[in-house]
Structures are given as C-alpha cells and as structure tokens.
Nanobody, 124 residues
C-alpha cells in the first residue's frame, strides 16, 4: 500500500514562496503518476498540477501557470511543488495524490491514493 505524506506548508505573505514536498513510501514512485490538489473552505476541490510516471509530461491549472512548478524525483520517491508569487487565492489545504494511470490528470476522481493534506495560508 503506497503512503503519501505532505510537508512544507505554512503561512506566507502575498508575493512569497513555499515549497511543498510529497514523500512516497510503501511502493516505488516510478509506478505512479502524481497530482496536487487544493481545497479552500466552501469551495470545490481543485486540481493544481500533475506529472506523468516518468515526470516528463506535466500540466498546470490556469490560475497557477507561470507561478508553480511540479518536479517528480523518482530516485528519491519524492514530488515537490514549488509555489512562487503566492496570492491569497492560493490559500487552502493542499493534497498529494497518486494514480496508476500512465498520465496524470487534474480530476480528483482519477486518483486512488491520497495524502492527509497540508495547510497553506497566504495573507498579510
């Protein structure tokens, strides 16, 4: 059973940066595509970014394009999400998710395994 653990969240001022990490245990990251999702209070869960099994095919949602970068480090069983130029609308609980699909998607229904989530707060 694959286990996913997020880290690196916290509070930051607008314009600041955070780096989230997702550690994969119990199985090899080579066998999964990874997605990052977020959910703000009262809002629908939103796909943020995803990476294919090999990490070479990536996607971003429109609100984060040009600001966020996903990197899949298969050798270390770790996925990172670098978040720059953060804005208050980025606030929410961020989740790392894994699927055995060859290609990642931004649809939460496509993922079988989930981390516990981690809080990101962007405010003055």
């Amino acid at each position: 059973q694959v286990q996913l653990v997020e880290s690196g969240g916290g509070q930051v001022q607008p314009g600041g940066s955070l780096r989230l990490s997702c550690a994969c245990a119990g199985d090899s990251l080579d066998d999964f595509s990874i997605g990052w999702f977020r959910q703000a209070p009262g809002k629908e869960r939103e796909g943020v970014s995803c990476a294919s099994m090999g990490g070479g095919v990536i996607s971003y949602s429109d609100p984060v394009k040009g600001r966020f970068t996903i990197t899949k480090h298969n050798a270390n069983n770790t996925v990172t999400l670098q978040m720059n130029n953060l804005i208050p609308e980025d606030t929410g609980i961020y989740y790392c998710a894994a699927t055995r699909r060859l290609w990642g998607t931004l649809r939460w229904e496509d993922y079988e395994y989930w981390g516990q989530g981690i809080q990101v707060t962007v405010s003055s």
